[in-house]
């Protein structure tokens, strides 16, 4: 019971952050650091709490395709919400999602059935993210600019939904293997409820723009999968941990610190 309820504070603490930065910062900075490992860590680290070093390191090595397949769980959603403007917003959302989890459970169904090194899953994760960066290019960012009053509905769906899927995941890990466990642990746990309140509260575009921003993030989730992957054998679960979300962390600084600088150094012609 005191691990179920660890998932669910985790989880719903998770979720109600990203949800309040995409309202206050926007859904630029929002897809941008929902690729900091939230999800994937706590699936991670959960695993390994309840099967063991050695399944979460490989569970791990396969978490990287698993982000391949949220990849294309994104760009699903992305085109069937283009495709589906003219409903309304709720069949938007769950025709969207139906063809975003046919999409997501087709590419993970192909990786399983293909043993990789970690440096094979690291590489092709990295192709994947410039791809996407190109891919995605084109697809507008848009500001939110009336926000919706935060209820204690919108509250509990957003933390709702973030723990079942946290909960079912890490709970079947002992019966889909490792190969499972890692590929799920790829999917978008914080990410996807913030995506069905926006779309719901502000319409399609600013989901679209979380998409947009989505890869420029997931190196640190890269980072992150990659320090579990070698530190949880040698480290141990609480201090390797610590150490891959430090290295995340680096990442993200560092690529903020990039980008602020290059957009400072950008002058507007007089």
Do not use: D
Request: positive net charge.
């Amino acid at each position: 019971m005191e691990l179920i309820l660890a998932k669910l504070s985790v989880s719903v603490g998770m979720v109600l952050g990203l949800s309040f930065l995409a309202e206050r910062a926007g859904p630029r900075a929002a897809g941008i650091l929902s690729g900091y490992p939230l999800g994937t860590a706590i699936l991670l680290y959960f695993i390994a709490v309840e099967q063991g070093i050695a399944f979460a390191s490989e569970s791990a090595v396969y978490a990287m395709p698993g982000l391949i397949a949220t990849l294309a769980f994104l760009y699903g959603y992305f085109h069937a919400s283009c495709r589906l403007v003219r409903l309304p917003v709720i069949p938007q959302i769950v025709l969207s999602s139906l063809a975003a989890f046919a999409v997501y459970l087709a590419v993970s169904w192909l990786f399983q059935l293909t043993s990789m090194t970690l440096t094979q899953a690291a590489i092709i994760l990295l192709f994947a993210i410039f791809a996407a960066l190109v891919l995605f290019r084109k697809i507008e960012n848009v500001k939110i600019l009336n926000r919706v009053r935060v209820t204690k509905r919108v509250i509990l769906f957003r933390a709702g939904l973030a723990s079942v899927i946290v909960l079912i995941i890490s709970g079947l890990a002992a019966w889909i293997g490792p190969r499972w466990s890692g590929l799920l642990s790829g999917f978008p746990v914080a990410l996807y409820p913030t995506m069905i309140i926006l779309h719901f509260s502000y319409g399609a575009a600013p989901v679209h723009t979380l998409v947009r921003n989505f890869p420029r993030g997931m190196g640190a989730l890269w980072t992150y999968i990659l320090a579990v992957s070698l530190s949880y054998p040698v480290l141990g679960l609480n201090v390797g941990t610590l150490v891959s979300f430090a290295a995340a962390t680096v990442y993200l600084v560092t690529y903020s610190t990039f980008v602020w600088m290059k957009q400072k150094s950008v002058r507007p012609i007089e």
